[in-house]
């Protein structure tokens, strides 16, 4: 004995309706990567504007020079990323090659990326 089913399938308008809606909203929504990625470009700019000294490997560079090398970093690795804590702990804190950590040298004090970094995150989310 057959059983046979009183469902109904949807009309080709309404199932294209949908699919519009739906792809509308996913379109709509900003993801995740695209507010790290934003987040990561101001951080960058705090770094580039600091008129601290950042070294890595021994040099000591500008820092302009250091968040242009941060950001050939992320453009390269930001498939590794998805938030901006992960581009700090995992890209911008110490060499890739060599596994140093780097430093920050503010107004002669010497002190580890990462913390400066996180830092300036905290100053970036803070409420104004």
């Not at 040298?105 to 996180?118: A, F, K």
Request: charged share 25%.
């Amino acid at each position: 004995m057959a059983i046979k089913s009183t469902l109904q399938s949807p009309s080709p308008r309404c199932t294209c309706l949908t699919m519009v809606l739906v792809s509308l909203l996913c379109l709509s929504l900003p993801t995740r990567a695209d507010d790290s990625s934003t987040e990561i470009e101001a951080l960058l700019s705090q770094v580039a504007q600091s008129g601290c000294e950042f070294q890595r490997n021994g040099s000591v560079h500008s820092a302009g020079d250091a968040a242009d090398h941060l950001r050939l970093k992320y453009r390269r690795g930001k498939r590794h990323v998805n938030s901006t804590e992960q581009f700090i702990d995992r890209l911008a804190s110490e060499s890739s090659w060599t596994g140093k950590a780097y430093s920050v040298i503010c107004d002669g004090v010497e002190r580890p990326s990462r913390d400066w970094l996180y830092e300036a995150l905290a100053s970036l989310r803070a409420p104004e």
